[in-house]
């Protein structure tokens, strides 16, 4: 079980961190690309206003006019360009050999020093350049370069160009933002994970919890401790519904064990008493300590006994057979007649109780079922009536056909089951008479042999008490 949570726990944990990284690369490439294109248009931006100061003071010089106000306008202009936007602005002859420079500190003439021969030529014969880089070791560090030419409308194309402009903006402030935009990531990655874990983590452990609670309570099940249950999550899920059924289950076996613990001492009693008095007369009978008078009267009674240990002794076997599964040999068989003939068989029992019988049911009833398995249940439902039913009572047997099924109903007056009892009434081993005290004799097995043989016709089988009257009802299909 451990094995399972650590398993579950790393599983959970990778894909978490695959998820997180995955979306950690994709959010800080979408930012990086955003900056790094808000950082090529302001460099594009810068450009291009260099170019077009360049041009007009180019123009007013191949005029002829006073060049002074017009180079101070010029210089005022590109300074205010480079401040503005954090860059260096480099203005070369057709060359490559720089003219003029104007940095956020103000624009000054350059004397001597070329620029990259790469950059010039890209800009020369492609009319632009791009390129992150320090311009031959011009510039300090790295930085964006972008080019362009400066030329007078009607030059021709095909001379050399008059000037070269560069623009320039330092890369730190981009890497400086993309270490801050990754470092804060970063750390709300790691928190957010952290979190996600110890959630995961105790998530994980209250899911595995109820399997490590059904393990130890199967190890206390193997031992013989049928009490244990397992405490039921709070969420309705699959493992609620495992844990629920565990417990069901557990109830089952404790209920079973304890009918079978039951069971065991009813047929241990129901046999002791039988065979004791049936020894102690056989005894005194070959003693001579029973006179010959009076041998008869105690052969019937242990005659009697003998009966009543058959009758237990079939009532195992009936239940053996029912529970095997093995399919039930059918034939069409006359009901109302099996009826009337399983009532006369209690003639004496009903003139001894002066019982009033009512029976109404069809003159014949076909029903194609297996003959022997129906005879004992409503034999068994017959005996159990007059077991309980009050002296001078009535008893009442009600049979009919409807829909194509067979509905019997036998009902009788006395004393009443209590509603306990009728919860577990056909459970295997219970004996009801424990709520009405009158039949020390039952062995807990006729009415659950008569759910099982009804179940095994396809049929349903039910029990009511109340207003001092106990009716049992039990329908099954006619073919």
Known sequence: MKGLFFRNFIIYAIVICVSFAALGSTFTY??????????????????????????????????????????????????????????????????????LVATRDGCYAQKGGVLSPKAVESVVSKGSYYELSDLGGYLSGSHFVSGTVAALPGTDATAEPELLVFAAISSDSTLL????????????????????????????WNQVRPLKLMASASRRFARGDYSVRIPLPRQRNEVYEMAASFNNMADAIEQHQTMQRDLIANVSHDLRTPMTTIGGFIDGI??????????????RIVSDEIKRLSRLANSMVTMSKMESGDELIKATFDMSEMVIRIALSFEQKINDKKIELDL???????????????????????????????????????????????????RNTGSEIDPESLKHIFDRFYKSDKSRGKNPHGSGLGLYIAKTVIGRHGGDIYARSGDGKTEFYFDIPVN
Do not use: W
Not at 291 to 297: N, Y
């Open 30 to 99: 979408q930012i990086n690309g955003f900056a790094l294109q808000e950082k090529m248009n302001m460099l594009s931006d810068t450009m291009e206003r260099a170019a077009e100061s360049t041009l007009l003071y180019l123009e007013a010089s191949s005029v002829g006019l006073d060049v002074k106000p017009a180079a101070k306008l010029y210089r005022s202009t590109m300074t205010q360009l480079a401040e503005e936007n954090e860059a260096t602005i480099i203005v070369t002859d057709g060359e490559g050999t720089m003219l």
């Open 177 to 204: 933002f993309f270490v801050n935009i990754l470092s804060t990531f970063l750390l709300m990655t790691a928190v957010v994970l952290i979190l996600t874990l110890i959630v995961t983590y105790f998530v994980t």
């Open 286 to 299: 070959l003693d001579g300590a029973i006179p010959p008078d009076k041998q008869a009267h105690y052969l």
């Open 360 to 410: 109404e049911i069809p003159d014949t009833c076909p029903v194609n079922g297996n003959h022997d398995a129906l005879f004992q249940v409503v034999y068994n439902l017959f005996d159990n009536a007059l077991k309980f039913v009050d002296e001078g009572g009535e008893l009442k047997i009600l049979m009919a056909v409807r829909s194509g099924r067979l509905q019997f109903n036998i």
